[in-house]
Nanobody, 118 residues
Framework: QVQFVESGGGLVQSGGSLRLSCAVS????????MSWYRQAPGKERELVGG????????NWADSVKGRFTFSRDDTKNIFYLDMNNLQPEDTAVYYC???????????WGPGTQVTVSS
């Protein structure tokens, strides 16, 4: 059974930083492309960015380029999102899934709330 459990969200001031974690189980994480998504109130879920299974390929939404980075620990099946210089428009619930440009699985985790105050 595919499972994603996101954590690390919180309330931060504009310009601050957070690290989100995504614990994964139920599929072969180490060879899988992975991606982060976010959904702001009243908006559709959108792709934040993705990383290839070999770690060499990355894509980011224009809105987060230069501020967000990805990393992965294949020994622990954890996928990370490091967010710097956070802005109020980054306020959303953040989710992870497998896949590079789009989610591979229908299953979603509970997400983790990020709130950025101005």
């Amino acid at each position: 059974q595919v499972q994603f459990v996101e954590s690390g969200g919180g309330l931060v001031q504009s310009g601050g930083s957070l690290r989100l974690s995504c614990a994964v189980s139920g599929f072969s994480f180490s060879s899988s492309d992975m991606s982060w998504y976010r959904q702001a109130p009243g908006k559709e879920r959108e792709l934040v960015g993705g990383i290839s299974g070999d770690g060499y390929g990355r894509n980011w939404a224009d809105s987060v380029k230069g501020r967000f980075t990805f990393s992965r620990d294949d020994t622990k099946n954890i996928f990370y999102l490091d967010m710097n210089n956070l802005q109020p428009e980054d306020t959303a619930v953040y989710y992870c899934n497998a896949g590079y440009w789009s989610p591979k699985f229908d299953a979603w985790g509970p997400g983790t709330q990020v709130t950025v105050s101005s």
